[in-house]
């Protein structure tokens, strides 16, 4: 859609009647200010996003006059790796960091009713997965 933004105001002319008639509305005009939001907009969600807006809008219409709230078009910054990635190093330092805890306060006992999988409420084999993804030895949390 965002190659063919002459097509929208058709498109929407054909949905307004399509959702106007499915819940018994006669919408005879469409706000210029609305047109041209739906034109500018990028529309990551393609048709889909568009349908679901006009039926919302539709549904929500009390005139003859079909109007979209600006506020459903809200336009989102396109994410960058950049800040991604810090994120999810932080997340995977998180996840050792419980990971340690718990096998330290298990020492070093990963299943059974006090090992570390019950103390962090997973299954025994899902963290011994993630032990063996971490490179987290556990045996340093062992105590003699």
Known sequence: MRERVDDIPLLVGYLIDRYGKKAGKKIRNINKKTLDLLQTYDWPGNIRELQNVIERAVILCDGETFCVDEGWLTR???????TSIPLVANLVAREREMLETALREAKGMVGGPTGAAAKLGVPRQTLESKIRKLGINRDRFKTP
Do not use: G, L, R
């Open 76 to 82: 989102v910054a396109p994410k960058s790796h950049v």
